[in-house]
């Protein structure tokens, strides 16, 4: 897809400052360290629209970008990080879950998984909400520029089976490129769907 404009919207802690436009949303979701600031500055050929930090944990509100002033990349607070306090990690599991069953024109969600680990009980509390509020997921493995292509597809097929998935998971590396034009090709088949 080529990317005219992409700008930054709004940061926000809930409900009252998403934007009220009617256009659609694509979410990103994973762990905290999972690359999700980095694939989507990589989605989008921007370096530093998404703030990427060392830090893991420190996405703690809903981002929206607009894009082409079409459609919007919401990044979602990111799960699981330990060493944020406990009153900001206690409140990204009701926010998350807010968000995915109230937005009125989220199509779906992209699932970041590091390609290195099993899935955790928060991913597949995540992957559980999607299913109940029927939620369309695009699965994605995260740094596979770190792994061979032969352990790159047992982490495929073990996750695939894990998560009980139809399909693969993708493969990307925002470092590396890899799987952007794949994630690109899942993402459009959501737009225009009412």
């Known amino acids: 897809m080529k990317i005219l404009s992409a700008e930054f919207i709004v940061s926000a802690p809930g409900p009252k400052q998403f934007p009220v436009d009617k256009s659609p949303q694509i979410a990103f979701a994973g762990r905290s360290n999972v690359g999700k600031s980095s694939i989507i500055n990589a989605l989008l050929h921007r370096k530093k629209l998404v703030k990427t930090s060392q830090t893991p944990g420190k996405t703690q509100l809903i981002n929206f970008f607009l894009i082409n002033k079409a459609f919007y990349f919401v990044d979602l607070p990111g799960y699981g990080y330990a060493h944020a306090p406990h009153e900001v990690t206690d409140a990204w599991a009701p926010m998350i879950e807010g968000y995915l069953k109230g937005?009125?024109?989220l199509r779906a969600v992209v699932v970041l998984l590091d390609s290195r680990r099993e899935p955790d009980e928060r991913d597949l509390r995540l992957i559980e909400w999607?299913?109940?509020?029927?939620?369309p997921a695009i699965f994605a493995l995260t740094k596979v520029d770190k792994l061979s292509r032969q352990?790159?597809?047992r982490a495929q097929r073990d996750i695939q089976a894990r998560l009980e998935l139809e399909d693969l998971p993708l493969l990307s590396s925002a470092k590396s490129g890899a799987g952007?034009?794949?994630?690109?090709g899942s993402i459009v088949k959501y737009f225009g769907k009412d």
Do not use: C, H, K, N
């Open 103 to 105: 937005s009125l024109t």
């Open 130 to 135: 999607l299913r109940q509020y029927d939620i």
């Open 151 to 153: 352990v790159a597809g």
């Open 180 to 184: 952007m034009s794949s994630l690109w």
